[in-house]
């Protein structure tokens, strides 16, 4: 697949051109322009509820990933030295019915992780 893009978000506009990656990067793999339209919104999504570019610094990493015969789009939201962050279970469920997997880590370097992924159908 391609090689991983890294945006780090600084700014509102940071998240804009991440959520723009991701759908080139949808679009080149494949995906029809609905799926392509829900993990840009997924991205966008989970980067304003980590607040990204608002309150915390971070990056957002996007990948293309081929395991076996399937492809897909993989988002990487990572946030910055946070301490006591609550990431509500509703601004979660907003994101998950978007994509397919999500998976939460909270690091020991004190930052936060969170990695979407959506296959191509």
Known sequence: MSDPQKIEVKTEFDVFMARMQVRNLARAIGFDITSQARVALATSSLARALRLGDTYRGYVM???LQVGDRSGVQVCCKVFSVDDFELGS????DVKWLV???TVEELPSNDLQVTLVKWLV
């Open 90 to 93: 509703r601004a979660l469920a």
């Open 62 to 64: 996007v990948n293309g």
């Open 100 to 102: 397919d997997e999500l």
